[in-house]
């Protein structure tokens, strides 16, 4: 059974920079999607980021472009999330997902099958 756990998170002032990693079991990593959605106090979860099985594809919510990436080291089952020019808004707790039947970039939420038990950002003005 794939187990995700995701560290890197904590207190940042805004400006600032975290690196997210989820870790993955399973003996078939490669092959899985795999995506950071992001739940905020009070709101529903929200799509962030995600990358192709091989990590030659990606794809990024608006209000991330340009600010954060998503990467992947397959020899590591490790899937990340380097988030830099931090603002306020960015505070959530942030989950990590992945498909362990589709390996193409998954943008939605119900495209996943397994997910993290998340991991707080907070982002301080």
């Known amino acids: 059974q794939v187990q995700l756990v995701e560290s890197g998170g904590g207190l940042v002032q805004a400006g600032g920079s975290l690196r997210l990693s989820c870790q993955a079991s399973?003996?078939?990593?490669?092959?899985?999607?795999m995506g950071w959605f992001r739940q905020a106090p009070g709101k529903e979860r929200k799509f962030v980021a995600a990358?192709?099985?091989?990590?030659?594809?990606?794809a990024y919510a608006d209000s991330v472009k340009g600010r954060f990436t998503i990467s992947r080291d397959n020899a590591k089952n490790t899937v990340y999330l380097q988030m830099n020019s931090l603002k306020p808004e960015d505070t959530a707790v942030y989950y990590c997902?992945?498909?362990?039947?589709?390996?193409?970039?998954?943008?939605?939420?119900?495209?996943?099958?397994?997910w993290g038990q998340g991991t707080q950002v907070t982002v301080s003005s």
């Open positions: 997902a992945a498909s362990v039947t589709r390996g193409q970039v998954l943008t939605r939420e119900r495209s996943y099958d397994v």
């Open positions: 399973g003996r078939t990593f490669s092959s899985y999607a």
């Open positions: 990358i192709r099985w091989s990590g030659s594809g990606t």
